[in-house]
């Protein structure tokens, strides 16, 4: 398969993004819609949300990103490989998020993966990140009691930042008594982290259950 040409960076601001998705029909896109879902926010191409569906069969896995190509040859793949509790969407997760969860069978988000999000270094791009407190008081709404959030990243401020924002809304408890696991503990690790840690560099990873519905 050609490798698809992609840009690195896309600027969530843009003009071309505003427009928020559309509800999916839930019954269409799973074979068994009501099965707990896993959400990654920011899949790339997808790699380590394929390698959870296909160890995890009695879960669903969605995958948002926002570079449209990669979600295209993603799903084509998938489409390949039969899997029916896998699927990928091209979206702006910082105006679709509420559109999209609003309609899932209530109760079924029970876990969240940011993991590497693009950092936008520049102060003055810092609204480009993915985890802005709205995004964090969405997935509270959402996401059930006992599900957990999983954040990762190899650049200490941006790992910092996201720690920071979900420890401060009331509905997440931080897990771990460190200030971070010193393990992954989902069964897959992301391209991203394999690199990272070849190269014998730190990963920063949170971990965070709900505790409590928001007010």
Not at 41 to 52: D, Y
Not at 94 to 103: F, G, H, P, V
Not at 181 to 199: F, G, M, W
Request: proline share 8%.
């Amino acid at each position: 398969m050609a490798a698809v040409r992609v840009r690195q960076h896309v600027n969530p601001l843009a003009q071309k993004y505003q427009t928020p998705v559309s509800p999916l029909d839930w019954e269409k896109v799973y074979a068994k819609p009501n099965q707990s879902l896993h959400l990654d926010i920011g899949c790339a191409k997808g790699q380590f949300l394929l390698n959870m569906a296909k160890i995890e069969p009695n879960w669903n896995f969605l995958g948002l990103e926002i570079r449209e190509p990669l979600v295209v040859e993603a799903n084509k793949l998938r489409s390949k490989l039969g899997f029916t509790n896998l699927h990928y969407l091209f979206c702006n997760v910082n105006n679709s998020l509420e559109s999209l969860l609003s309609s899932l069978p209530p109760g079924s988000l029970q876990r969240v993966t940011i993991q590497f999000p693009d950092p936008w270094f520049k102060t003055r791009h810092a609204k480009r990140r993915v985890v802005q407190p709205e995004l964090v008081a969405e997935l509270a709404n959402y996401l059930a009691v006992g599900g957990v959030v999983f954040l990762q990243s190899d650049m200490e401020f941006v790992a910092v930042e996201m720690r920071d924002r979900f420890a401060a809304h009331p509905a997440y408890e931080k897990i771990g008594t460190g200030e971070w696991l010193p393990e992954n503990p989902l069964p897959v690790p992301t391209e991203r982290e394999i690199y990272t840690q070849n190269k014998g560099e730190p990963v920063y990873r949170a971990l965070f259950e709900k505790i409590r519905n928001s007010d």
